[in-house]
């Protein structure tokens, strides 16, 4: 039974570079959530999706971010024009449906950007 | 916006003693509470949640207790081990259960033997 599934776990960017982070939730679950990690801080919700949905996008910054979760396939967050503040490790999470209120975290994506 | 305080940021405590961690929240929507381990490079795992229509809930060696009208919460962890030595994070629900999750900063555990 795999849990959550993100890659890559490193990636490094040179600024003004695009990043892609991808986020396979765990069997069955249809909510995705983004966390970002700055280093030695506590995690900050980004987006909260569904399938092809946007529910929550309240925590992500207006420009250069955005995120999806097709009906086929995983979630991508995609970071544009990456900059050195954007240098954080990204989690994301997934639960079961809303209501139930567990969410399991993914192994990160370590994000450096040069 | 949605807060979440945590106390203390470190903690030190000899193996066998008593930990204790608490969190305050801000929003009176919040009805979901979890906590998470996380070790260095890992990912934050699970490790007990509270619902806030109980208050107080056990899993072997961990406790939690919530308080609504006070609006806090707070981690036990008797009879620490080694392996208890972690970063803990609480967190709120924003509003219902099954939204985003807004977390505290973080406690450093460290038991020594």
């Known amino acids: 039974n795999a849990g959550v599934m993100q890659n890559p776990r490193h990636l490094v960017r040179r600024r003004g570079q695009e990043a892609r982070l991808r986020c396979s939730p765990m069997k069955g679950h249809s909510h995705v959530y983004w966390y970002r990690q700055l280093p030695e801080e506590g995690l900050k919700f980004m987006v909260y999706l569904q399938k092809e949905n946007i529910i929550d996008e309240s925590g992500m910054p207006k420009e250069r971010f955005s995120a999806e979760f097709p009906k086929e396939g995983p979630s991508i967050l995609r970071i544009q024009q990456v900059v050195r503040g954007d240098s954080a490790a990204y989690f994301c999470a997934s639960s079961l449906q809303q209501g139930t209120g567990e969410q399991y975290f993914g192994p990160g994506t370590r994000l450096t950007v040069t | ?113």
């Open chain 2, 1 to 113: 916006g949605e807060n979440v305080e945590q106390h203390p940021s470190t903690l030190s405590v000899q193996e066998g003693d008593s930990a204790v961690i608490k969190c305050t929240y801000s929003d009176s929507a919040s009805n979901y509470f979890p906590w998470y381990k996380q070790e260095l490079g890992k990912r934050p795992q699970l490790i007990i949640d509270i619902r806030s229509n109980v208050g107080e809930k056990k899993d072997q060696r961990i406790a939690v207790t919530l308080n609504k009208t006070a609006k806090h919460f707070s981690l036990h962890i008797t009879e620490t081990q080694p392996e208890d030595s972690a970063v803990y994070f609480c967190a709120a629900s924003k509003g219902q259960a099954g939204t985003a999750l807004i977390f505290g900063k973080g406690t450093t555990l460290s038991v020594s033997s």
